[in-house]
């Protein structure tokens, strides 16, 4: 600080003028590094929701459209070969005949920034905001275990069940005698 301070003296005004455009300068600096920090982090988002929506379109396509697509082609080829056709139970997939593995059920995460900006524009443009709904930088998911709720969409729609397991990480719900694919629920009144 010493520095900035101006001694009495003949050019006491010229180092005054100088110190005031040094400090104006420091201060830009100051000022552009801040600034580009705060891009960086607003990149940095930007990239990570980007990252997400890529991992769930891709998570969509390999767990529910190709393996649609690979069922229905098989059931063409058992047609059209009749009694010639397949057993498709045997060999490495016995154990899964018919069935996705733990780790095609897995749905991608979204992070709690992107979830946020999504629930922010579903605002303006006058819809209901999705859950998981971010307060104060978390998710808050409104459904609790053992809780009464009713199917609202799918082929289930209409059924009440109970809460059995909240899988945190996707926020999705396990009901009991309720097939989990393709469905929301709301809480009923009980």
């Not at 003949?10 to 110190?19: E, G, P």
């Not at 990149?43 to 990252?51: A, I, N």
């Not at 579903?122 to 009464?148: C, M, N, S, T």
Request: proline share 3%.
């Amino acid at each position: 600080m010493s520095q900035l301070v101006v001694r009495p003296g003949r050019n006491a005004a010229r180092q005054a003028k100088r110190l005031k455009e040094v400090r104006k300068v420091t201060n830009a600096i100051e000022w552009h590094k801040r600034e580009r920090t705060k891009r960086q982090k607003l990149y940095q988002e930007r990239w990570e929701s980007r990252q997400a929506y890529i991992q769930s379109r891709k998570w969509e396509k390999e767990n529910v459209h190709d393996v649609k697509v690979k069922a229905l082609s098989a059931v063409r080829e058992d047609w059209r070969l009749g009694n010639l056709r397949p057993n498709r139970a045997i060999g490495e997939e016995v154990g899964k005949y018919g069935a996705l593995t733990s780790e095609q059920v897995q749905k991608p995460e979204i992070p709690v920034h992107t979830q946020k900006s999504l629930n922010e524009a579903r605002v303006v443009a006058g819809l209901e905001p999705e859950y998981p709904l971010v307060v104060d930088d978390k998710k808050y998911f409104h459904i609790q275990k053992d809780d009464r709720v009713v199917v609202v969409n799918g082929r289930e729609k209409g059924k009440i069940g109970i809460v059995k397991d909240i899988l945190a990480r996707t926020h999705d719900v396990v009901v009991a005698g309720v097939n989990m694919v393709g469905w929301t629920c709301c809480l009923s009144q009980s």
